[in-house]
C-alpha cells in the first residue's frame, strides 16, 4: 500500500512542533554474548580508562539517523543514505542531527585510544556510551561515504544545525538495540524527535520504543539485503531478515527505494509504505569524449550478466565501430560466471575503482551507460544510482529490466533483456540514434533531484505526526 498523508511545510520553524514528550522507556542492561564478550569488555575497559560524559540535552526536532555507512572511512562510493542525509541537514527541518554509526569493537578500541589526540569525547547514554564528535559543515562530512552534491538549504539553515556523529561498539541484535533506544529516549525528552533507520541489522530498535512519546519512526527499505550475494553468513542474514520484520511491524513509515521493496514491506504489515526512489545529483550535462565508448560503473559481482557485456564487445569488434570500447569501472568483488573472457576481450577496457566525481565524469563523457544486470528479485529490489547520473549528465541508458530504466519511458533508456537485443541497443547509442531524447534526459533529471526526494520524504513524516495528534 501507499500511503497519503497530509502535507506538511518542512522548512518550517514549527513543521514538527509538539508538546514536550515524556520519557517512559527505562535503559535495560543486556548480557553479553560469548562470542563478542572479549572485545565488548575490552572497549568498555579502554571506555572507563579515558573517561565517559552525559551526552547532554539534545535541542527540539531532532533527527537520529542510523546509518550502515560509516561516515569516518574515507569511502567515495556514492549511497542512498548518504544522499539523504546530506539533504536532511541542509534542509533546516531540524535543529540538531546525529549520525550513528556502528564499529566493531576492535575498531571501538583503537578509536577510544586516540580519543586524547583527536579531542572528541565518550559519552554515556543510561548504562550504555559511545564515541561523539562534532561534524561541522566545512568540516568532515556526515556523509563523507559518498553523498552527492549539497542541496538547497541555505547557509544559516545548515550553520544552525548541529550535527553530532556517535560510534559505538554494540554488536547488532539486542545490544545494538538496546544502546539505540535509550539513545533515542533521551533525544525525545527534549523535543519532537524522528528516528531514521537504514540498516535493516539495527531494526531491531523499533521492538523497543513504546511509551517514548514525541517520536516518529521510519525505516529505509532500499535493496533486499538479504538476496545479495555479498551479504553472507547466518547470523547476519538473520538479522537482516529479522530487522525486516521488526521495521514492518513497528515503524511509522517505511520508504522504499523500488516498488518491489514497497509491496514486501506491505506484505510484512508495514502501516505505511511509500515509494520514494533515487534520484540525481545537480543536472550537469556532459559532452561526449573524443574516442567514443560505453560505459559501465559500480560494483562488479554475480549480478553483472557477462553475456550481455560480451554481446556488446562484440558487436564494437565489428568493422563498423572499431576504435570503440565498452569500459568497465569498479571494484571486482566476486567475479562472474565468464569474467576472464570478458576482461580479455580486445574491444573492452577495464578502468577499475573510480572516486564519485571521476566516476560522474566517466558517466558523463559515454556515449551510453550500458546496465547488463541480471533480472532477478534482487536487482528489482535496486534503484541504479549509476543510471540516475547518466540522465543527469544527458546520456542514454541501456538496461535490462531492473529499476529504474524498467520503469522509465523510452526517451530516457532502451530495456532488452537478451544478449542480440542488448548489444544492438547499445549500438544504437554508440551511433547517436538516441540523441534526439537528450533533452527529456535532462529535464526529467531536473525533476528527480535528491533534495526532492527529502522534501517528500519529510512531508510524509510531518504528515504521519498530524495524524497521531489528538
Same mark, same amino acid.
Given at each position: 500500500?501507499?500511503?497519503?498523508?497530509?502535507?506538511?511545510?518542512?522548512?518550517?520553524?514549527?513543521?514538527?512542533?509538539?508538546?514536550?514528550?515524556?520519557?517512559?522507556?527505562?535503559?535495560?542492561?543486556?548480557?553479553?554474548?560469548?562470542?563478542?564478550?572479549?572485545? +565488548?569488555?575490552?572497549?568498555?575497559?579502554?571506555?572507563?580508562?579515558?573517561?565517559?560524559?552525559?551526552?547532554?540535552?539534545?535541542?527540539?526536532?531532532?533527527?537520529?539517523?542510523? %546509518?550502515?555507512?560509516?561516515?569516518?572511512?574515507? %569511502?567515495?562510493?556514492?549511497?542512498?543514505?548518504?544522499?539523504?542525509?546530506?539533504?536532511?541537514?541542509?534542509?533546516?527541518?531540524?535543529?540538531?542531527?546525529?549520525?550513528?554509526?556502528?564499529?566493531?569493537?576492535?575498531?571501538?578500541?583503537?578509536?577510544?585510544?586516540?580519543?586524547?589526540?583527536?579531542?572528541?569525547?565518550?559519552?554515556?547514554?543510561?548504562?550504555?556510551?559511545?564515541?561523539?564528535?562534532?561534524?561541522?559543515?566545512?568540516? &568532515?562530512?556526515?556523509?563523507?561515504?559518498?553523498?552527492?552534491?549539497?542541496?538547497?538549504?541555505?547557509?544559516?539553515?545548515? /550553520?544552525?544545525?548541529?550535527?553530532?556523529?556517535?560510534? !559505538? @561498539?554494540?554488536?547488532?541484535?539486542?545490544?545494538?538495540?538496546?544502546?539505540?533506544?535509550?539513545?533515542?529516549?533521551?533525544?525525545?525528552?527534549?523535543?519532537?524527535?524522528?528516528?531514521?533507520?537504514?540498516?535493516?541489522? %539495527?531494526? =531491531?530498535?523499533? $521492538?523497543?520504543?513504546?511509551?517514548?512519546?514525541?517520536?516518529?519512526?521510519?525505516?529505509?527499505?532500499?535493496?533486499?539485503?538479504?538476496?545479495?550475494?555479498?551479504? =553472507?553468513?547466518?547470523?547476519?542474514?538473520?538479522?537482516?531478515?529479522?530487522?525486516?520484520? /521488526?521495521? #514492518?511491524?513497528?515503524?511509522?513509515? +517505511?520508504?522504499?527505494?523500488?516498488?518491489?521493496?514497497?509491496?514486501? *514491506?506491505?506484505?510484512?504489515?508495514?502501516?505505511?509504505?511509500?515509494?520514494?526512489?533515487?534520484?540525481?545529483?545537480?543536472?550537469?550535462?556532459?559532452? @561526449?569524449? /573524443?574516442?567514443?565508448?560505453?560505459?559501465?560503473?559500480?560494483?562488479?559481482?554475480?549480478?553483472?550478466?557477462?553475456?550481455?557485456?560480451?554481446?556488446?564487445?562484440?558487436?564494437?569488434?565489428?568493422?563498423?565501430?572499431?576504435?570503440?570500447?565498452?569500459?568497465?569501472?569498479?571494484?571486482? $568483488?566476486?567475479?562472474?560466471?565468464?569474467?576472464?573472457?570478458?576482461?580479455?576481450?580486445? %574491444?573492452?577496457?577495464?578502468?577499475? @575503482?573510480? &572516486?564519485?566525481?571521476?566516476?560522474?565524469?566517466?558517466?558523463?563523457?559515454?556515449?551510453?551507460?550500458?546496465?547488463?544486470?541480471?533480472?532477478?528479485?534482487?536487482?528489482?529490489?535496486?534503484? #541504479?544510482?549509476?543510471?540516475?547520473?547518466?540522465? /543527469?549528465?544527458?546520456?542514454?541508458?541501456?538496461?535490462?529490466?531492473?529499476?529504474?530504466?524498467?520503469?522509465?519511458?523510452?526517451?530516457?533508456?532502451?530495456?532488452?533483456?537478451?544478449?542480440?537485443?542488448?548489444?544492438?541497443?547499445?549500438?544504437?547509442?554508440?551511433?547517436?540514434?538516441?540523441?534526439?531524447?537528450?533533452?527529456?534526459?535532462? $529535464? !526529467?533529471?531536473?525533476?528527480?533531484?535528491?533534495?526532492?526526494?527529502?522534501?517528500?520524504? *519529510? $512531508?510524509?513524516?510531518?504528515?504521519?505526526?498530524?495524524?497521531?495528534? &489528538?
Amino acid at each position: 500500500m501507499t500511503a497519503t498523508t497530509p502535507g506538511g511545510d518542512p522548512t518550517h520553524p514549527n513543521w514538527f512542533a509538539a508538546e514536550r514528550p515524556t520519557r517512559n522507556l527505562s535503559a535495560q542492561a543486556v548480557a553479553f554474548v560469548a562470542s563478542r564478550g572479549v572485545l +565488548v569488555a575490552s572497549t568498555i575497559l579502554v571506555a572507563h580508562a579515558v573517561g565517559i560524559s552525559d551526552y547532554g540535552v539534545l535541542p527540539d526536532r531532532s533527527l537520529i539517523f542510523v %546509518s550502515p555507512h560509516r561516515a569516518r572511512s574515507g %569511502s567515495d562510493i556514492p549511497t542512498r543514505p548518504a544522499a539523504l542525509l546530506r539533504q536532511f541537514i541542509d534542509s533546516g527541518a531540524f535543529d540538531a542531527v546525529t549520525v550513528v554509526n556502528r564499529l566493531r569493537p576492535d575498531l571501538a578500541v583503537r578509536a577510544m585510544a586516540a580519543i586524547p589526540r583527536r579531542g572528541e569525547r565518550l559519552t554515556r547514554f543510561g548504562p550504555w556510551f559511545g564515541l561523539a564528535a562534532p561534524l561541522k559543515p566545512d568540516g &568532515p562530512d556526515p556523509a563523507a561515504d559518498g553523498a552527492n552534491e549539497r542541496g538547497t538549504g541555505t547557509a544559516a539553515s545548515v /550553520a544552525r544545525t548541529r550535527v553530532t556523529l556517535v560510534e !559505538h @561498539p554494540w554488536p547488532y541484535g539486542a545490544m545494538e538495540s538496546g544502546f539505540l533506544a535509550r539513545l533515542v529516549a533521551e533525544a525525545a525528552t527534549s523535543g519532537p524527535t524522528v528516528l531514521w533507520v537504514a540498516d535493516p541489522k %539495527s531494526a =531491531r530498535v523499533f $521492538e523497543r520504543l513504546d511509551g517514548v512519546s514525541g517520536l516518529v519512526t521510519a525505516f529505509d527499505a532500499y535493496d533486499a539485503w538479504d538476496l545479495s550475494p555479498l551479504v =553472507r553468513g547466518r547470523r547476519r542474514l538473520d538479522a537482516v531478515r529479522r530487522g525486516y520484520s /521488526a521495521a #514492518a511491524k513497528g515503524a511509522d513509515v +517505511v520508504f522504499a527505494n523500488t516498488r518491489l521493496m514497497r509491496d514486501r *514491506l506491505s506484505a510484512m504489515g508495514a502501516r505505511h509504505a511509500v515509494l520514494l526512489p533515487n534520484a540525481c545529483a545537480d543536472v550537469s550535462p556532459g559532452a @561526449p569524449a /573524443a574516442e567514443p565508448y560505453l560505459a559501465y560503473v559500480g560494483r562488479i559481482h554475480e549480478r553483472f550478466d557477462v553475456r550481455l557485456a560480451l554481446a556488446v564487445a562484440d558487436a564494437l569488434a565489428g568493422a563498423a565501430h572499431q576504435g570503440a570500447t565498452l569500459r568497465i569501472a569498479g571494484p571486482v $568483488e566476486r567475479e562472474p560466471a565468464g569474467w576472464a573472457a570478458l576482461a580479455g576481450h580486445s %574491444s573492452v577496457r577495464m578502468v577499475g @575503482p573510480l &572516486p564519485a566525481a571521476q566516476a560522474r565524469a566517466f558517466v558523463a563523457g559515454a556515449r551510453a551507460l550500458v546496465v547488463p544486470h541480471t533480472a532477478d528479485d534482487y536487482t528489482r529490489s535496486q534503484d #541504479a544510482m549509476k543510471a540516475w547520473d547518466a540522465i /543527469a549528465a544527458g546520456v542514454p541508458v541501456v538496461s535490462t529490466s531492473v529499476p529504474p530504466a524498467d520503469g522509465w519511458p523510452p526517451d530516457l533508456a532502451v530495456v532488452a533483456d537478451d544478449p542480440v537485443g542488448f548489444a544492438a541497443a547499445a549500438m544504437e547509442a554508440l551511433d547517436g540514434h538516441l540523441d534526439g531524447s537528450r533533452q527529456a534526459r535532462l $529535464e !526529467h533529471a531536473a525533476a528527480n533531484r535528491w533534495q526532492d526526494r527529502a522534501r517528500t520524504a *519529510l $512531508e510524509v513524516l510531518a504528515g504521519v505526526r498530524a495524524e497521531a495528534a &489528538p
